[in-house]
């Protein structure tokens, strides 16, 4: 099961939202410019999050679960509010969009910690794109 590429971009009146542990893949941009989005409960099936699938929302606090894959470019791009995020070690990829090469935590200028498995794939991202390395 999946949530189609745009399904919600641009709901403004969108601000919390639990996805069912029957969704594995969340499409490009699904959740984009959802400009009040605090709060997301990501499933537990979850196997990859698509380009931009969140980019310019409201977010906080993000758990990624364990069994997560791929996190796609500008997943959370422009997440001005964004604090924390826990990446499992099941993530093998962490993609650039193609056109513009925007990284996944792009211009999360508020990012204070990025809670990763030492020596894990998201450890060695997080180091290299010079982001705020919290250990789990």
């Known amino acids: ?3 189609a590429p745009m ?3 641009s709901c403004p009146g969108l601000q919390e939202i639990t996805i069912p542990d029957a969704v594995t893949y969340i499409g490009v941009a ?5 400009s009040s989005l605090k709060k997301v409960k990501l499933p537990n099936g979850l196997k ?6 969140f980019s310019k929302t409201a977010l906080e606090s993000v758990i990624i679960p364990d069994g997560v894959e791929i996190i796609g470019g500008g997943a959370f791009d422009s997440c001005y509010s964004l604090k924390n995020i826990t990446i499992p070690a099941s993530v093998k990829e962490i993609w650039k969009t193609n056109i513009v090469s925007t990284k996944a935590f792009e211009k999360c ?11 894990s794939y998201a450890h060695i991202y997080a180091e290299k794109n010079k982001l705020p390395v919290s250990f789990i």
Request: with cysteine.
């Open 7 to 9: 399904a919600f971009y």
């Open 109 to 119: 200028k508020n990012l204070e910690h990025v809670y990763v498995k030492k020596n």
């Open 30 to 34: 699904a959740f984009a410019d959802c």
């Open 48 to 53: 990859m999050i698509a380009e931009e699938t």
């Open 1 to 3: 099961t999946s949530i």
